[in-house]
């Protein structure tokens, strides 16, 4: 296994470098941070292509299909991404929890959690469907339901590969994986912007792309589910003893927190923008998802650092290494909150000209609306770094109220400015709760798991990052 954060964890090489003498140990240490900033830039460039992705649909769609017609289709798929954390049922976030506690002997919840998943996956599909049918009145609309039903199974099948990647040390097929599907909805959209197809042309050919992720899920999932593929930072023999087996019910009681946290997540990124369809118009709805799909193409920052990157670490971390905890605390939190800052300024100044110039002029609210959005991101940042330490420090519960709290602010905020101000009202919404749930999570995390335990300097973070060993006073 090549050198990676795993080495930071527990200090392997320590011995390596001793009898190398003084000189090997800044070598190894550069050598391991160089580790972990090539894997985050292959992380960080997968993002990069998802965003151009996920964009450059939005646009190729709206000036493909009427705006209407745009508005029935991004309306269905925030719905069915809605029902994602149904479907998948917190199953890959129990995963990076129960491997980055017990390693090798966690083995045992994969098959009840896989089917539980399966069980979830299954229902939600069966849900969508039954909506579809009883929307009948509308075929059209109707039919972009039914077929993005497919979305929800590819969906959950990306999940949980991506999990089984994070905790092999994958980064390179889990970057690869990410990215994949996006271009293939690139290829769907010029189709149908080259053909003039039909909005149900779309969807079809999204329920396409789901097929095929999902085939392409299954090879990576085997040798996990097989017990080959090893895992980072944990040994290959499990320890002395029998593990106890685990049952559905308890895999549901353990998961719940982590659906319910995925929920309200996404009731944030989505809502809205359903909201605007059924309370305002379709046009309204269009209107929305652009921005919005800037916003969420933005908060994959955060997801691919701390889910995706450190959140398995932060798990091992959280009761062995304390020193790194307040160094994820003081540091990771000033960083996230500083990128944040930068990226909305970008954003909400380049959407101004950029917005009406690719989408035409009835698209020249959305330039608005997304500079009202931007300010909500410095705050998902900061709130995304705190919230990993509640996660990986046995507070996840209390992490999931607070997220319910957020979502309530939410409904009550877009209850109240919707009808006031149309979708800047949606988007002030969206601001107010994301400063009210970052408040929430950096005074919980400063008093329950920082305490009065001194923060660590530059020079802390420093010696930690190279292994400098401290002289003796």
Not at 79 to 101: D, I, N
Not at 216 to 226: D, E, Q, T, Y
Not at 417 to 438: D, F, H, K, Q, Y
Request: with cysteine; glycine share 10%.
């Amino acid at each position: 296994m090549s050198p990676s954060v795993a080495d930071l964890d527990t200090g392997n090489g320590a011995g390596r470098d001793a009898g190398n003498g003084g000189a090997a140990r800044p070598r190894a240490a550069r050598g391991r941070v160089a580790t972990v900033l090539v894997h985050l830039g292959m992380l960080g460039l997968s993002q990069v292509g998802v965003t151009l992705a996920a964009f450059g649909t939005q646009i190729l769609l709206a000036r493909s299909l009427p705006q209407e017609a745009f508005g029935t289709f991004t309306a269905a798929l925030a719905v069915v991404s809605l029902t994602a954390p149904l479907a998948v049922f917190g199953v890959p976030e129990l995963w990076l929890q129960r491997f980055g506690r017990e390693g090798e002997r966690a083995r045992r919840w994969v098959g009840p959690s896989l089917r539980v998943a399966a069980a979830g996956s299954g229902l939600t599909v069966a849900g969508i469907l039954a909506w579809s049918l009883v929307e009948w009145s509308d075929p059209v609309a109707a039919g972009v339901r039914a077929l993005l039903a497919t979305v929800v199974v590819a969906q959950a099948a990306l999940a949980l590969v991506g999990t089984v990647q994070q905790l092999r040390g994958d980064y390179q097929g889990l970057s690869a994986l990410q990215v994949a599907p996006h271009l293939a909805r690139v290829l769907v959209v010029l189709a149908v912007w080259a053909f003039g197809a039909s909005v149900l042309a779309a969807a079809a050919g999204y329920a396409v792309v789901a097929v095929l992720t999902v085939l392409a899920c299954v090879p990576v999932m085997l040798p996990f589910l097989r017990g080959e593929a090893p895992l980072e930072g944990h040994p290959r023999d499990l320890p002395p003893g029998s593990p106890s087996r685990v049952g559905a019910a308890r895999v549901t009681g353990a998961a719940t927190p982590f659906v319910l946290g995925n929920l309200f997540y996404l009731l944030g990124m989505y809502l809205g923008t359903v909201v605007a369809a059924e309370f305002l118009s379709p046009s309204a709805a269009a209107v929305l998802a652009v921005p919005m799909s800037v916003l969420t193409a933005v908060y994959l920052v955060p997801r691919v650092v701390y889910q995706q990157y450190f959140l398995a670490r932060l798990h091992r971390w959280s009761g062995t290494d304390r020193d790194a905890v307040l160094i994820a605390y003081r540091w990771g939190g000033l960083g996230m909150l500083a990128l944040g800052t930068v990226l909305a300024a970008l954003v909400a100044l380049g959407g101004l000209p950029v917005l009406p110039f690719l989408l035409g002029p009835e698209y020249r609210e959305s330039a608005t609306v997304m500079a009202l959005l931007a300010l909500a991101i410095p705050f998902r940042f900061a709130g995304a770094a705190v919230a990993s330490l509640l996660t990986s420090g046995g507070l996840l519960r209390r992490k999931v109220a607070y997220q319910g709290v957020g979502a309530l602010v939410f409904l009550v905020a877009l209850a109240v400015a919707t009808p006031l101000w149309g979708v800047r009202g949606t988007a002030v919404a969206t601001v107010v709760a994301e400063v009210i749930l970052c408040t929430l999570f950096w005074t919980a995390v400063r008093r329950r798991v920082v305490g009065d335990a001194p923060l660590p300097s530059w020079h802390d973070l420093r010696r930690r990052l190279t292994r400098e060993t401290p002289r003796a006073s």
